[in-house]
């Protein structure tokens, strides 16, 4: 009988086994969750997950179950039963899909290059005559919320050397989170953008997926080589996608509406 036992509990241990390999691999466990990293790594782009260094990683997977843990005490408190609370988890759910189907379509646009030059050229009076670079320094935050907080703490007179070793989670922070000097063709110009925006001595935000960085631009330098369209190729890329989010929009609601079920308005 013993014997049949000891059976019986390996057969259940080795099903426990294989079940959590189907699942991939386990990063932590929350109560009776679970946390496989296929579901970690679904939250970032495939780029973006690569460029991550293992102290991010870390960081980002203890912000996960922190996350957990809240939302699992939220449920014990009867919280997920609240009204309020189930009609925003309903909302947050929709916009996720409806921005995730309408990313999908932008994704399959292909820009040309005509499109790209044909824009410069409509707006070439929107471009500087000389190129500008920036140098700057940043903030790596995991979300909007921390980035706020920040830039909040900043205006109120934090020091913004001592924010990027306080909350930055990038390995950056260990130069200072100095940039260096960011131009309209580099990989970070996106940055070069905001910069371009942004009042003297205020400090910017900028979202590059999965991060959201507080910035600020230290100094400004003008060269004496003329803005040309390489110069603002990524730029006019993002307004031209811009411009087609909203035509995107509407062509789905179309789309969807024609084949879709039906609408009724109370």
């Avoid at 921005?99 to 932008?106: D, E, F, G, P, T």
């Avoid at 100094?219 to 110069?231: L, M």
Wanted: aromatic content about 12%; glycine content about 4%.
């Amino acid at each position: 009988m013993k014997r049949f036992a000891l059976i019986l509990i390996v057969i259940i241990l080795l099903f426990a086994c294989t079940k959590k390999e189907e699942k991939g691999v386990a990063l932590a466990q929350v109560d009776k969750e679970i946390l496989y990293l296929d579901d970690f790594k679904s939250t970032f782009a495939v780029e973006d997950w690569e460029k991550l260094s293992p102290e991010t990683r870390k960081k980002y997977i203890e912000d996960w179950v922190n996350l957990t843990l809240l939302a699992h005490y939220a449920d014990k408190q009867g919280l997920d039963k609240d009204k309020a609370v189930k009609q925003k988890i309903n909302y947050a759910a929709k916009k996720v899909k409806a921005n995730a189907l309408i990313a999908k379509r932008l994704s399959e646009i292909e820009v040309s290059e005509d499109q790209l030059f044909n824009y410069f050229r409509l707006h070439q009076a929107e471009f500087q005559k000389n190129a500008v670079n920036y140098n700057i320094q940043r903030i790596a935050l995991v979300d909007k919320i921390a980035a706020e907080n920040v830039l909040q703490q900043l205006n109120q007179g934090l020091n913004f050397g001592e924010a990027v070793q306080r909350y930055s989670v990038e390995e950056l922070k260990n130069k200072g989170g100095f940039m260096g000097m960011v131009s309209a063709g580099s990989p970070d110009s996106l940055f070069w953008l905001k910069a371009r925006e942004l009042q003297e001595n205020k400090f910017g935000l900028v979202y590059k997926e999965p991060l959201w960085y507080v910035f600020r631009v230290l100094e400004s330098e003008i060269t004496p080589q003329e803005a040309n369209f390489e110069d603002y190729r990524a730029e006019i890329k993002r307004k031209v996608l811009l411009e087609k989010q909203d035509q995107v929009f509407q062509e789905l609601i179309k789309e969807i509406k024609a084949q879709s079920s039906e609408i009724y308005y109370y």
